[in-house]
């Protein structure tokens, strides 16, 4: 008989495995990130973002990332890309800039419980993030201008959310890190 067995002095420490559970451990390549995060900023840049119903990929891309990859990208990434957007907009200093950290912000504070999902359930949870983010600055805008912007934006901020799912596949193949996202619960 055996008195002693071999105690496992991390077991009780160790991560729950959910949906997706493996995706906390593994990482995209750093030029997937930054390079999708410099294709959108570009893209951000053309006029036909300045549409009233356009979606604002830029805080899509951050956002997912911000979800994602939680040590690389961040608030103050979001921070400088949003203020090179105000002035490439020549807007009000800081309006997307706060945009996009409120984004980032729910992302980041969101992130772990959000890894534990496919990506349609974590479009689902980004969708009230992004309304909110987008929400504040509208409401302050308004206030300034002294003119109400109209709902268009809200349908901007859904397209983005319908987003999430064709992005998110688009971002993650590279690495395969989509079979981690969307394993099943076994």
Known sequence: MQSRQRVD???PFMRAQGIGGKALDSRSAGWVVW???TVVFM????P????EAAPDLLMLTLAFWAVHESKRVGMLTAFVLGLLVDVHDSGPLGQY?????LACYGGIMLH???LRFDLWRQAMHMVLVFLVARAVTVVIA???SGAWPGWWWVIGVLIASALWVPVGWLF???GQRLDDVNADVS
């Open 172 to 174: 993650l193949l590279p």
């Open 35 to 37: 390079g999708s995060i």
């Open 142 to 144: 308004a206030w300034v």
């Open 43 to 46: 893209l951000t840049l053309l």
């Open 48 to 51: 036909w973002r300045l549409m």
């Open 9 to 11: 002095s991390t077991a």
């Open 97 to 101: 800039a706060l945009t996009y950290v």
């Open 112 to 114: 772990r419980r959000l």
